[in-house]
């Protein structure tokens, strides 16, 4: 199913120098890859692509970016279930005119920055053509210690609601780009680089406690939605406690609420854990100098998702970041 | 980066009612997949797409059949390794307009079909829009007793070089479909419903014997250069022992020849063993009641592929199937 003009030196040409993983009997270079893994540790795999005029446009990020931003995706659903990411396949999809040698390239280098960064090898994907726009299609496979399950029907009334980062930014980012205020432009970094959280799902993992867990790629209402849907909960957020990036109280109320709600695509873990064992996670985190925010908490009612702000209570919907308009 | 439309309802649809596997923990309905593996297995992972107007026409084959093979094409991988598929992850890319849900449902239920056959799980995926072709890219993973590796760069002078099945069937039904006589004209299955061949691989597998092995996905001139690149010898086939589908002597000899050496996707393995244990191979397969063919052998020679015919020898070079031009 290989179709790229020269396919091998291009291949050739992305192949990784050396790797990192001990499991890793044989990589890229047969028909698939060969890794052994210890008994001690459960495995986790996740697939999420990335679609051209859907996903992205080249006034979004760059190509560097794409790889990157795809990758980074994909490891912040190994962060969601508290895992170590170990291996990742792409599967790439070129357009016959549009994108460079050295565009297709600059993909690649953006992927291996953040596999070097994570200390994760790829292991194999596919290269073929495509008559229209240019897609990536990644698999990521992850370990987690035998019997921790982070999911997200684990929530139970009297949890704390956590989040472990500002969220929004990435919503105010792609704004600016799409308004073509350029890269330098406040927030567009969130975007465009985001950063999975597997230190802090690896905490959360590590803790021993219950605990439910979901990246935002969809944004917190709908992040919520999906954890009170799993675990038969009722969730209630408190506006006031949701952090911000810095400086976004510039915006309208209005403006900040939806994309901190709906935008999505911040990549911070939202989860919850018991009343009781919430000081301890702070702790924990503190002892790692990493963020922790509680934002709400877990009531046994009918599924559902509120916000509470001063004396009022709203229902929020699951709407979820709509990315862009087949008519832009 | 999920996109269609009502995607929740669409998931719940193409939900498997059960699962196969005990290994399996988690599976769809979390950020990812989570399953355990015991310790007497290695594990292998592959990815492979399937993209509209490359790899198939909507003239070609039918959404069942679109699922089916995308599906059959990775399992074939992991039968070119000597595995046992386990789970697959699928990605898929919707264009916005020409695919009805009613395809779509078609298309994961000729996944599902073949994923009962070899009694393998979906644990994952992606679901997106595109604004052009479909695009279906999937990971399978899957194991092997450890420490058994049959890969391409096995091959040692001496070895014999040895093919499964028939090919060509695949080229020439395809070439039917596209002058447009219908689906029962001759070897169109052999195109639209592949046969991934796990149960010959795990012959291979367990004979404990030192065996090269690649699936026939690009034509047994192109696998045969694969197999001469990573092993570093001479390929030496001998035309008249290469097995073509019954009836193929209606078509002229150099159609023939070229469908059967450089039509691909016919997925049967080709590969090399020792001389000395020939004998036990075709034992072992006669045992199981499958067919496996002598066709060559390997020198220690530069690297290269020739072909014996009667007293001649031409050298074959490494030509894969091109699917269909951008210009169709």
């Known amino acids: 199913m290989s179709l790229v003009k020269d396919e091998f030196a291009f291949i050739q040409s992305i192949k990784p120098a050396y790797t990192f993983r001990e499991e890793l009997i044989q990589g890229i270079g047969d028909d698939a890859a060969l890794y052994r ?40 659903d190994i962060a969601a279930m508290g895992g170590i990411p170990m291996f990742y396949l792409v599967s790439i999809s070129v357009p016959q005119t549009g994108w460079s040698s050295k565009q297709l390239k600059e993909i690649y280098k953006g992927m291996k920055e953040i596999a070097d960064d994570y200390e994760i090898d790829m292991i194999g994907g596919d290269t073929v053509s495509t008559r229209s726009d240019l897609h990536i299609a990644i698999t990521v496979i992850g370990k987690i210690e035998k019997g921790r399950k ?79 849907e799993a ?49 301890k996670v702070v702790e924990l985190f503190e002892a790692h100098d990493e963020e922790i925010y509680r934002i709400g908490y877990v009531e046994d009612k009918r599924t559902s998702v509120w916000m509470n702000y001063k004396d009022q209570k709203f229902k929020l919907d699951k709407k979820g970041y709509n990315h862009f308009s087949s008519k832009e």
């Open 37 to 76: 893994i210890g008994s001690d540790w459960d495995e986790i795999a996740c697939a999420d692509t990335m679609v051209e005029g859907i996903h992205f446009k080249k006034s979004t990020l760059s190509p560097f970016q794409i790889g990157r931003k795809a990758l980074a995706v994909n490891i912040s």
């Open 150 to 228: 982070l999911l997200r029907s684990n929530a139970r009334a009297g949890d704390i609601v956590f989040l472990t980062g500002p969220v929004g930014g990435s919503a105010a980012g792609l704004s600016s780009l799409l308004k073509g205020e350029g890269n330098e432009a406040p927030y567009v970094k969130y975007h465009q680089e985001p950063s999975p959280r597997i230190k802090q799902g690896r905490i959360l993992a590590k803790s021993g406690y219950r605990i439910s867990l979901n990246d935002v790629s969809d944004g917190i209402a709908s992040e919520s939605h999906e954890l009170a």
């Open 231 to 279: 675990s038969g909960v009722s969730i209630i957020l408190n506006q006031d406690t949701i952090p911000a990036p810095e400086g976004f109280d510039a915006y309208s109320s209005f403006q900040r609420l939806e994309w901190m709600l709906n935008g999505g695509e911040d990549y911070e873990l939202i989860g919850t854990v018991a009343e009781e064992n919430w000081e």
